[in-house]
Protein backbone atom coordinates (compact mmCIF):
# COMPACT_ATOMS: atom_id res chain seq x y z
CA UNK A 1 0.00 0.00 0.00
CA UNK A 2 3.10 2.30 0.39
CA UNK A 3 4.08 1.71 -3.00
CA UNK A 4 1.04 2.65 -4.20
CA UNK A 5 0.53 5.64 -2.40
CA UNK A 6 3.78 6.73 -3.36
CA UNK A 7 3.29 6.27 -7.19
CA UNK A 8 -0.04 7.92 -6.75
CA UNK A 9 1.39 11.14 -4.72
CA UNK A 10 4.19 11.19 -8.22
CA UNK A 11 1.03 10.83 -10.78
CA UNK A 12 -0.63 13.84 -9.35
CA UNK A 13 2.55 15.53 -8.77
CA UNK A 14 2.77 15.11 -12.59
CA UNK A 15 -0.78 16.05 -13.64
CA UNK A 16 -0.36 18.99 -11.35
CA UNK A 17 2.25 20.07 -13.11
CA UNK A 18 1.66 19.37 -16.47
CA UNK A 19 -2.18 20.28 -17.48
CA UNK A 20 -2.19 19.97 -21.28
CA UNK A 21 -1.55 16.44 -23.26
CA UNK A 22 -1.22 17.10 -27.28
CA UNK A 23 -1.03 14.23 -29.60
CA UNK A 24 -2.25 14.47 -33.63
CA UNK A 25 -4.06 11.94 -35.39
CA UNK A 26 -3.64 11.24 -39.05
CA UNK A 27 -7.27 12.21 -41.02
CA UNK A 28 -8.33 11.10 -44.72
CA UNK A 29 -9.01 14.14 -46.72
CA UNK A 30 -9.74 12.84 -50.26
CA UNK A 31 -8.91 9.07 -52.27
CA UNK A 32 -8.26 9.51 -55.69
CA UNK A 33 -7.58 6.11 -56.56
CA UNK A 34 -4.11 5.60 -56.20
CA UNK A 35 -3.28 9.05 -54.49
CA UNK A 36 -4.64 9.87 -50.83
CA UNK A 37 -4.17 13.05 -48.84
CA UNK A 38 -3.89 12.80 -45.87
CA UNK A 39 -3.56 15.45 -42.81
CA UNK A 40 -2.72 15.66 -39.47
CA UNK A 41 -5.17 16.83 -36.84
CA UNK A 42 -3.88 18.15 -33.75
CA UNK A 43 -5.89 17.28 -30.43
CA UNK A 44 -5.76 18.70 -27.01
CA UNK A 45 -6.84 17.41 -23.76
CA UNK A 46 -7.16 20.16 -20.79
CA UNK A 47 -7.51 19.00 -17.21
CA UNK A 48 -7.87 21.10 -13.96
CA UNK A 49 -4.24 21.35 -12.01
CA UNK A 50 -7.02 20.05 -8.97
CA UNK A 51 -7.27 16.44 -10.18
CA UNK A 52 -3.63 16.30 -9.74
CA UNK A 53 -3.88 17.84 -6.34
CA UNK A 54 -6.87 15.22 -5.47
CA UNK A 55 -4.39 12.23 -6.47
CA UNK A 56 -1.83 13.53 -4.32
CA UNK A 57 -4.74 13.22 -1.90
CA UNK A 58 -5.74 10.26 -1.88
CA UNK A 59 -1.85 8.79 -2.22
CA UNK A 60 -1.10 10.72 1.27
CA UNK A 61 -4.44 8.94 2.24
CA UNK A 62 -2.68 5.29 1.42
CA UNK A 63 0.31 6.36 2.94
CA UNK A 64 -1.42 7.42 6.07
CA UNK A 65 -3.46 4.09 5.71
CA UNK A 66 -0.13 2.04 5.65
CA UNK A 67 1.76 3.79 8.43
CA UNK A 68 -1.23 3.31 10.97
CA UNK A 69 -1.62 -0.31 9.24
CA UNK A 70 2.20 -0.71 10.61
CA UNK A 71 1.61 0.14 14.21
CA UNK A 72 -0.54 -2.22 15.16
Do not use: Q, Y
Request: charged share 20%.
Amino acid sequence: MKATGFILIIIGLALTIFTTFKFFTKEKVADLGVVEITTEKPHVLNWSPLIGIAVMGVGGGFLWLASRKSKK
